[in-house]
RNA sequence: UCCCCAGUAGCUCAGUCGGUAGAGCAGGCGGCUGUUAACCGCCUUGUCCGUGGUUCGAGUCCGCGCUGGGGAGCCA
């Protein structure tokens, strides 16, 4: 074996950044031997003989661990008293055709080099640790398998939104995190402040927001519609992807306070063109991560929720369900089901009747649309009925709630008596009236929550499992 | 924010009627083996979430608090 220098030792850092490492995914699926390689990785199990020791090695570019076989005698044998699981180590040797069953492929190391050590306070071990657990320490969750199939679908997933657009000729538009909009109802907003919270300006019973960093009260977005909107009156499709905050304190297994969520908008286009738009979308979604992550949906198959890949399999063959709010409310009288919260026309439904509607009536996803102009936001498109608005609703089941959307009142005279009628100032958002006065054109739009769709795909339950470092009520850890 | 449940070794969990704490895994040592969450033997490990109370005696019963989970509301 070649002796290297320290500079040798860390040449695929800096010169050519992956000349010398391979990744494992490559190598597992290798049609024939590439010879001598050197790979580097995480420990996820070691196995010790007398004569032969095997290192599961997983390096995050697929679920499988690369077979690392040492011999204790040999010159990689020296390292092995300091290899335990989770330890970072580099290997080199001959990737062969592993004579043992489990694997095609193993890599008989002539070298072995611990790179990164670990102790017996190491928190991951070989066993499974439930998912509670594994949140306290979301800093080494994604070396385990749960996470690692987690994350990976995570990224295509987000490549996959953007190649959807893309394709289509949306344009992509960051909208503001910081905004003075607190009127959309969307949320609780976090304030944005660069005053002294025990010195604020002001006469002692109001605060000076004039004297704040931007000259008024500002806050973290909930939402980029209605900056999506002027930019859809330029430029016809642009969608948003982006972090969104919402200070709820909302403790459920489907919320998180920051979360990622995208939203497109399309001008020229009504409440139809907005569901077709958001089941395309949907549908490109799930057939993008089972041609692409087939490894990972397995293991969610086996570990996480049975059934997964059929469930996808059909939602993606099928056409999703479409009922009025009317309808739906028929369906749930007609169901004779008791409900804790009673049925009428001009309610909300409440979640057991969502849950309901799309696991028991429609078996699958639904929207729901035309919702009393009651329950919804002033932006939403007042229909003739003069009592129902142009909102639509997709739930799905286990999840509920995944995507809200609605055709947009593109009407002045009529946007500004909404406003009045939800409370809100039309003098506060004049920039989004300008759209209405000079200009103006129907257009439609929603907003998919990224991690709720992660949660459908994976079938992982709770948010925080499918989002790196999750930020909940008393919790901003990492 | 409301309702319900839980908190015991590093992890997963058992602990009977209130009587002074255990198993598997992990870790250490030894053995064995081209192993597959390897296996076999031996060994180590505790603020029983905190706090106050009841009791001769509390992991166990009661109050309060904290943390986590499930559900509800809000919503994506």
């Given at each position: 074996m070649q002796s290297r220098s320290p500079v040798m030792e860390n040449r695929s850092c800096s010169a050519g950044w992956r000349q010398s490492r391979p990744r494992i995914r490559a190598l597992l699926a290798a049609e024939q031997s590439p010879g001598h390689v050197a790979v580097e990785g995480w420990v996820r199990t070691v196995r010790h003989g007398k004569g032969v020791a095997f290192l599961a090695v997983n390096d995050g570019s697929c679920l499988a661990s690369l077979q690392i076989v040492v011999d204790t005698a040999g010159p990689a044998g020296r390292a092995l008293e300091r290899v335990g699981t989770g330890a970072c180590v580099r290997a080199a040797g001959r990737l062969i055709v592993s004579p043992g069953s489990g694997q095609r492929w193993e890599l008989v190391a002539d070298e072995l080099v611990v790179l990164g050590p670990v102790d017996a306070a190491y928190p991951l071990q070989k066993k499974r640790h439930g998912p509670e657990f594994l949140r306290e320490i979301a800093h080494l969750r994604p070396r385990t398998n749960l996470f690692g199939?987690?994350?990976?679908?995570?990224?295509?997933?987000?490549?996959?939104?953007?190649?959807?657009?893309?394709e289509r000729g949306f344009l992509?538009?960051?909208?503001?995190?910081?905004?003075?909009?607190?009127?959309?109802?969307?949320?609780?907003?976090?304030?944005?402040?660069?005053?002294?919270?025990?010195?604020p300006p002001g006469d002692g019973t109001q605060i000076a927001w004039r004297d704040d960093f931007f000259g008024e009260k500002t806050g973290l977005t909930?939402?980029?519609?209605?900056?999506?909107?002027?930019?859809?009156?330029?430029?016809?499709?642009?969608?948003?992807?982006?972090?969104?905050?919402?200070?709820?304190?909302?403790?459920?297994?489907?919320?998180?306070?920051?979360?990622?969520?995208?939203?497109p908008e399309m001008a020229f286009a009504d409440l139809a063109a907005d569901c077709a738009l958001a089941e395309e979308f949907f549908r490109f979604l799930i057939q993008a991560v089972l041609a692409e992550c087939p490894e990972e949906l397995g293991f969610f198959e086996q570990h996480v929720a049975p059934g997964l890949i059929a469930r996808l399999e059909a939602v993606a063959a099928a056409a999703f369900a479409r009922m009025s709010y009317t309808e739906a409310v028929g369906a749930l009288q007609r169901s004779g089901r008791e409900f804790s919260f009673p049925v009428q026309w001009g309610g909300d439904l409440q979640s057991e009747h969502e849950r309901f509607l799309s696991e028991q009536v429609v078996g699958g996803p639904l929207f729901v649309?035309?919702?009393?102009?009651?329950?919804?936001?002033?932006?939403?498109?007042?229909?003739?009925?003069?009592?129902?608005?142009?909102?639509?609703?997709?739930?799905?089941?286990?999840?509920?709630?995944?995507?809200?959307?609605?055709?947009?009142?593109?009407?002045?005279e009529v946007?500004?008596?909404?406003?009045?009628?939800?409370?809100?100032?039309?003098?506060?958002?004049?920039?989004?009236?300008?759209?209405?006065?000079?200009?103006?054109?129907?257009?439609?739009?929603?907003g998919l929550g990224f991690e709720r769709?992660?949660?459908?795909?994976?079938?992982?339950?709770?948010?925080?499992?499918?989002?790196?470092?999750?930020?909940?009520p008393g919790n901003a850890r990492f």
């Open positions: 199939a987690v994350f990976r679908v995570r990224s295509k997933l987000a490549f996959a939104v953007h190649r959807f657009f893309q992509y538009v960051h909208t503001p995190i910081i905004t003075a909009n607190d009127c959309e109802g969307a949320g609780e907003m976090f304030r944005v402040t660069t005053l002294d919270p025990l010195r909930v939402s980029g519609q209605l900056e999506g909107e002027l930019f859809a009156m330029a430029f016809a499709d642009i969608y948003t992807f982006g972090p969104t905050f919402r200070a709820e304190n909302s403790n459920t297994s489907r919320h998180a306070a920051e979360f990622w969520m995208i939203e649309t035309d919702y009393p102009a009651e329950l919804k936001a002033f932006y939403m498109r007042l229909n003739d009925d003069g009592r129902t608005v142009a909102a639509m609703d997709l739930l799905v089941p286990r999840v509920g709630e995944i995507i809200g959307g609605s055709q947009r009142e593109e009407r002045l946007l500004e008596r909404r406003m009045r009628a939800c409370g809100v100032d039309p003098a506060g958002l004049d920039w989004y009236l300008d759209t209405r006065r000079w200009g103006s054109c129907p257009h439609a739009g929603f769709f992660l949660m459908y795909v994976t079938g992982v339950e709770n948010i925080r499992d499918v989002i790196p470092f999750p930020r909940t």
